[in-house]
């Protein structure tokens, strides 16, 4: 099967807090993608990162960082020194086989995050 | 800015009324396709076209009829909705069929879509 899982419906956090969001995939594939999106209330899909099953070193962005780790089917995101503005709904996304040779992405439920000033 | 552009952001629609969702992008893309997204869900596919041909269409009810009329363009017809069908519609283009390149994907800002 191929699935996404983010048991983290919501999180509220105080600005400056670090704050992790989960992401748990399963996949039969041995090479595969991972992304994250932000979502803000816009509406739009905001593209933060894609990590290749091959490539387990972690990311820096700025205040944000990324932990991927096969061995627990994880990919894990942290935003440091949150700030009001990182308020949105997340979503992790596995690049999977759909019908016909194609790929699509399988979105997990998402995490809405609210940072409080 | 969005480097895909949906219209119109809002619509309001009867359940007897006929309206279509647009979207547009310049990228050079070759595979577009539309989401729906339901309030406090992911977004789920609904249809992918690749070089203006439909290669997936995740059964979706005949209600929703897409077209392709050129490779910047997308449009999805609505037509005898019903109030479930309510909610966000995103667009999205890809380098290559289905979901290639860095990005995955980039995504539109959607269309609301109430059905009254």
């Known amino acids: 099967a191929q699935k996404v899982t983010q048991a983290q419906t919501e999180i509220s956090v105080v600005e400056k807090e670090d704050v992790t969001l989960d992401c748990v995939y399963e996949?039969?594939?041995?090479?595969?993608?991972l992304f994250w999106y932000k979502q803000p209330p816009s509406g739009e899909l905001v593209f933060l990162i894609r990590r290749n099953s091959f490539d387990e070193q972690n990311e820096i962005s700025g205040r944000y960082s990324w932990n991927f780790q096969k061995s627990t089917s994880s990919f894990n995101f942290t935003i440091t020194a949150s700030q009001v503005v990182d308020s949105a709904v997340y979503f992790c996304?596995?690049?999977?086989?759909?019908?016909?040779?194609?790929?699509?992405?399988?979105f997990g439920a998402g995490t809405r995050l609210a940072v409080h000033p | 800015d969005t480097e895909v552009t949906q219209t119109p952001k809002h619509l309001v629609m009867g359940m007897t009324n006929k309206k279509s969702l647009k979207c547009e992008q310049h990228m050079g893309h070759r595979a577009m396709y539309w989401y729906k997204q339901k309030a406090k869900k992911p977004p789920e596919l609904m249809f992918v076209?690749?070089?203006?041909?439909?290669?997936i269409n995740e059964s979706v009810p005949s209600r929703f009829s897409p077209e392709c009329p050129n490779s910047s363009l997308l449009n999805l017809h609505l037509h005898a909705l019903q109030p479930e069908d309510s909610a966000l519609y995103l667009c999205?283009?890809?380098?290559?069929?289905?979901?290639?390149?860095?990005?995955?994907?980039?995504f539109g800002q959607g269309t609301r879509l109430t059905v009254v």
């Open positions: 999205a283009s890809s380098r290559e069929r289905g979901a290639g390149g860095v990005r995955g994907a980039f």
């Open positions: 076209y690749s070089y203006e041909k439909l290669s």
């Open positions: 996304a596995l690049k999977a086989r759909a019908s016909g040779g194609y790929n699509k992405l399988i």
């Open positions: 996949t039969r594939d041995t090479t595969y993608y």
